[in-house]
Nanobody, 121 residues
Framework: QVQLVESGGGLVQPGGSLTLSCAASGFTFSRAAMSWYRQALGKERELVAAITSTGGSTNYPDSVKGRFNISRDNAKATVFLQMNSLKPEDTAVYYC??????????????WGQGTQVTVSS
């Protein structure tokens, strides 16, 4: 069964750093583009980082560009989100997302359960 298990969330002070991890299983991780999304209370879910299946290309919205970094370890089937210079507006539930392409070119999307990140003094 496909699983995306997130960890690393918690409480951090403004200006601090936090690294989230997402451990994947149940599919061929090396064929999946991975992303992180977040959803704050009262707001819609938004993309915060994306990385290609090989890790050769990344994408970030302006709100986190220069502060967040997405990376992956295909050998460990894990994707990371390194968050630096955190701001209170970064407070949200962060979700791991996988877009899988099979060898027959079929596509599937999977979501993790989410992990809470709270940035507060």
């Amino acid at each position: 069964q496909v699983q995306l298990v997130e960890s690393g969330g918690g409480l951090v002070q403004p200006g601090g750093s936090l690294t989230l991890s997402c451990a994947a299983s149940g599919f061929t991780f090396s064929r999946a583009a991975m992303s992180w999304y977040r959803q704050a209370l009262g707001k819609e879910r938004e993309l915060v980082a994306a990385i290609t299946s090989t890790g050769g290309s990344t994408n970030y919205p302006d709100s986190v560009k220069g502060r967040f970094n997405i990376s992956r370890d295909n050998a460990k089937a894990t994707v990371f989100l390194q968050m630096n210079s955190l701001k209170p507006e970064d407070t949200a539930v962060y979700y791991c997302n996988a877009n899988v392409v099979t060898v027959t070119r079929l596509r599937y999307t999977y979501w993790g359960q989410g992990t809470q990140v709270t940035v507060s003094s």
